[in-house]
């Protein structure tokens, strides 16, 4: 059975970092494209990024390009947002995704597993 599971949110101040991971199982990880998605209070989900298959290419959301990293290691079956320069706007719940194939995709309805989230709160 398919399973991702997010670990590493928390309450950080305002400029702070976090570092999230995905430990995932029941699926070939190394042939999956993987990403971080979150959603605030009242608002849709939405997309902060996508890392392809083996790590080589990646695609950030404008919002947190410079701030936000996201790897993989396939070796481990955890894919990880390193988050820094946090701003109480990026307080939301962080979703790890996965999908087959290597399109690096911003749209919710294209990737096929999630997990149940991990609050991130930032506090200025």
């Known amino acids: 059975q398919e399973q991702l599971v997010e670990f590493g949110g928390g309450l950080v101040q305002s400029g702070g970092s976090l570092r999230l991971s995905c430990a995932v199982s029941g699926l070939t990880f190394s042939s999956y494209t993987m990403g971080w998605f979150r959603q605030a209070p009242g608002k849709e989900r939405g997309f902060i990024a996508a890392v392809s298959w083996i790590g080589v290419s990646t695609y950030y959301a404008d919002s947190v390009k410079g701030r936000f990293t996201i790897s993989r290691v396939n070796a481990e079956n955890t894919v990880y947002l390193q988050m820094n320069a946090l701003k109480p706007e990026d307080t939301a719940v962080y979703y790890c995704?996965?999908?087959?194939?290597?399109?690096?995709?911003?749209?919710?309805?294209?990737?096929?597993?999630w997990g149940k989230g991990t609050l991130v709160t930032v506090s200025s």
């Open positions: 995704a996965a999908r087959p194939g290597g399109a690096l995709a911003s749209q919710v309805t294209m990737w096929d597993y």
